[in-house]
């Protein structure tokens, strides 16, 4: 005898949903898309504040690079001054009681002044007598031919060089040995 069993999975089922309960019930992604609007809000809201925080910081970065050049260039300023004050010593001095030697040793001492000023602010003065010619801190205007110099030495200095921590501010101009 064979039983037959109904199931009642197989059976269609058919619900009927009205449209005023679909309003009152959120559905599933409705709390999540709510939540995520929320967390998006949230992110802007940060992210406007970080962007406002590194504005303000820039801002006062600039404020504080302003500063320290204006301090710094104070700075050097006020060692100048002396080397202004010398000058003006210099020129005061009447015709009648200056002799070439102490114009001369009073301009020597303010240029010593103005040298150490500079120095004390990073200033390195290039003046290559003797040495080999380096073109990244050198201009050759011309080439001497010299059996008494190795070739390509730097004969004459025309004019001093400088650097100022390391970035050349200005090469020294030279007159290089050549072939005798």
Do not use: C
Request: hydrophobic share 35%; proline share 5%; net charge negative.
């Amino acid at each position: 005898m064979s039983e037959k069993t109904e199931n009642p999975f197989e059976e269609p089922v058919e619900i009927e949903i009205d449209s005023a309960d679909q309003a009152d019930d959120p559905e599933p992604g409705d709390s999540a898309l709510e939540k995520a609007e929320e967390e998006l809000a949230r992110h802007r809201e940060a992210m406007l504040r970080m962007q406002a925080e590194m504005d303000n910081l820039r801002k006062r970065l600039m404020r504080d690079l302003d500063r320290s050049r204006k301090l710094a260039l104070e700075r050097v300023m006020k060692d100048l001054l002396q080397v202004w004050d010398s000058l003006e010593r210099g020129l005061g001095v009447s015709g009648e009681s200056a002799t070439v030697e102490s114009l001369q040793e009073g301009q020597q001492l303010t240029l010593k002044m103005f040298q150490k000023v500079l120095q004390d602010h990073g200033l390195e003065i290039i003046d290559p007598t003797g040495q080999p010619f380096d073109p990244e801190y050198h201009e050759a205007v011309t080439v001497l031919p010299s059996a008494e110099v190795e070739e390509n030495t730097v004969i004459e200095v025309l004019q001093k060089g400088f650097r100022l921590h390391d970035r050349l501010i200005r090469p020294a101009m030279v007159i290089v040995s050549g072939k005798a």
